[in-house]
């Protein structure tokens, strides 16, 4: 029963590494966290998570996109709209200027 659920568990997480090339990215996921820790140029450091981003992106989509198809078009519709700007919430706050962060993360959140 327990080699069963993990290969389960393993087929899973090759279908949703392996879904994209982008997934390849992932590594700066581990370098940003990493060179955090070790107190790298601060440069360095946001650089390796800004690359982090896009493939983070890309398993958010895939992963919401999987569980509409369990729940539903409405709630996976919901699901989609309400993580589909993680991304930029996450990013915006950085390119703006602290008077007007206020604002543009009013505006992302609606």
Known sequence: MAGAVQK??????QVTLFSSYANVLLV?????????????DPSAVFMLNFLAIFPLA???????????????QTVGGLINATFG?????????????????????ANHTG
């Open 28 to 40: 700066f996921v581990f370098l940003g966290i990493w060179s955090g820790a070790r107190g790298w």
């Open 58 to 72: 890309s398993l958010l989509s895939f992963a919401t996109e999987e569980l509409s198809k369990s729940v539903g």
């Open 85 to 105: 700007n993680a991304v930029e919430m996450i990013v915006s706050p950085t390119f703006v200027p602290v008077t007007r962060r206020l604002v543009t993360v």
């Open 8 to 13: 389960s568990a393993w087929h899973a997480i």
